[in-house]
């Protein structure tokens, strides 16, 4: 049972870093090695804050949640970071900076979601 319980678990996981892969790779492009966000920041920042909540949560749901403590705080976190940047007005070089930090973070939870991350 708990062998099916942690595939159940593992399947969340790898969509949970699929719908993040998905913002990262649908709302950018990449120009001479560069990655820029495609149209506004401002789109890719508040999508990325909208999926980076939605996955803690659904990874916070899980059974074995505790063991993917590392991923569910990262993407609180980016979240909780993202919704207060997205509540202020700043400027277009903020909102780059914004986007090329909030991007690495989650490239770098992507990867622990679809590979082994920090869990078992």
Same mark, same amino acid.
């Given at each position: 049972?708990?062998? /099916?319980?942690?595939?159940? $678990?593992?399947?969340?996981?790898?969509?949970? &870093? $699929?719908?993040?892969?998905? +913002? *990262?790779?649908? !709302?950018?492009?990449?120009?001479?090695? $560069?990655?820029? @966000?495609?149209? @506004?920041?401002?789109?890719?920042?508040? /999508?990325?804050?909208? +999926?980076? &909540?939605?996955?803690? =949560?659904?990874?916070? =749901?899980?059974?074995?949640?505790?063991?993917? /403590?590392? =991923?569910?705080?990262?993407?609180?976190?980016? *979240?909780? #970071?993202?919704?207060?940047? *997205?509540?202020?007005?700043?400027?277009?070089? #903020?909102?780059?900076? !914004?986007?090329?930090?909030?991007?690495?973070?989650?490239? +770098?939870?992507?990867?622990?979601?679809?590979? @082994?991350?920090? /869990?078992?």
């Amino acid at each position: 049972r708990s062998r /099916g319980v942690k595939e159940f $678990d593992q399947s969340i996981l790898r969509m949970s &870093g $699929d719908l993040l892969d998905l +913002v *990262n790779e649908s !709302m950018t492009y990449t120009r001479q090695g $560069d990655i820029y @966000p495609v149209g @506004p920041a401002r789109a890719y920042l508040v /999508g990325a804050q909208v +999926v980076a &909540g939605g996955a803690a =949560q659904e990874i916070s =749901q899980l059974v074995f949640a505790e063991s993917y /403590g590392c =991923q569910i705080a990262d993407l609180g976190d980016i *979240n909780s #970071e993202l919704l207060a940047f *997205n509540r202020r007005s700043s400027s277009e070089s #903020e909102k780059r900076e !914004m986007f090329a930090d909030t991007y690495g973070r989650l490239e +770098v939870v992507i990867s622990e979601l679809q590979g @082994p991350g920090c /869990g078992y």
